[in-house]
């Protein structure tokens, strides 16, 4: 029984499970070759709908964890206020806290408490926040008291917006080496 796939339109069967392929002539002795008629199979590589698989060998949905791996490394840098960290490391950071605290609301408003669960998460995670954002201008070469200008109402948080946003110096500076140089793990 023949059907088609899904998304492609091709048609596979329980029968299809290797596709032919041929290989050049070999000419050792004892050795299927084209030249022979013969044919080899391999199995069929599984789908990858569209996208490419990683470099490091994961598989083809590896980007899914990416963002709490960065989440995580900030968090092993609890108060680590020296050094660098480069944009991804910042911004994705940010990502998987915001994501954090809009479930944390939404668990907040279905249990109706009042916002319990947000206030002790934004409490836990002050101090990690703060260290970032410090690294982070640490690696557009300024110090990290300008976290201070975010005081300054509308201004001073749309000027850090701009800091954090820009690109870090790729050359080593007074608060160490170049992050994306620097092995992540």
Do not use: C
């Not at 490391?89 to 990502?95: D, G, R, V």
Request: net charge positive.
């Amino acid at each position: 029984m023949r059907r088609r796939h899904s998304s492609t339109g091709m048609r596979w069967s329980v029968k299809e499970t290797y596709a032919t392929v041929r290989r050049r002539p070999d000419v050792r002795p004892g050795r299927p070759s084209a030249a022979s008629g013969q044919r080899l199979t391999a199995p069929l590589r599984p789908p990858t709908f569209g996208l490419r698989p990683n470099p490091r060998g994961r598989g083809p949905l590896w980007f899914l964890g990416a963002q709490v791996h960065w989440y995580v490394d900030v968090l092993k840098k609890y108060a680590m206020f020296s050094g660098r960290a480069h944009r991804q490391e910042f911004w994705m950071f940010t990502l998987v806290s915001f994501v954090i605290s809009i479930v944390l609301a939404v668990v907040d408003a279905a249990l109706g408490t009042s916002p319990v669960l947000g206030a002790l998460y934004s409490l836990a995670v002050l101090l990690p926040s703060l260290a970032v954002g410090v690294r982070r201008l640490h690696d557009t070469d300024r110090t990290g008291w300008w976290l201070l200008i975010a005081l300054i109402p509308i201004v001073g948080a749309i000027v850090l917006l701009v800091f954090w946003a820009s690109a870090g110096k790729m050359h080593d500076n007074a608060y160490g080496p170049n992050p994306q140089e620097v092995p992540a793990h």
